[in-house]
């Protein structure tokens, strides 16, 4: 998948707020799990969203390229093994 610059940073920005909002989440999942619709993946938006179903969807409009489909499972995979910010490892408990 060949993502505009716009794209990866709405992309990174979604990754960045997973423990905010799951419709990001819901959204890579799917990515993963196969769906390529654009429809279909901006359905996951929550409803409080400001953008609106079409213009998540023209966002996720584009090529998937299977090494970037596998960079996403990787990173996913990894950042579902981080532990929460604010835990021991930063210095809190």
Do not use: C, N
Request: proline share 3%; no cysteine.
């Amino acid at each position: 998948m060949h993502l505009s610059r716009g794209r990866q940073e709405r992309a990174a920005a979604s990754r960045g707020h997973r423990h905010h909002g799951h419709d990001g989440t819901a959204i890579l999942d799917a990515i993963i799990a196969g769906e390529r619709d654009p429809q279909k993946l901006a359905a996951h938006r929550d409803h409080r969203r400001k953008k609106s179903v079409a213009e998540i969807a023209a966002a996720l409009k584009g090529e998937w390229k299977e090494e970037q489909l596998f960079t996403l499972r990787q990173s996913l995979t990894a950042a579902a093994f981080q532990p929460a910010r604010g835990g021991p490892i930063y210095g809190r408990s």
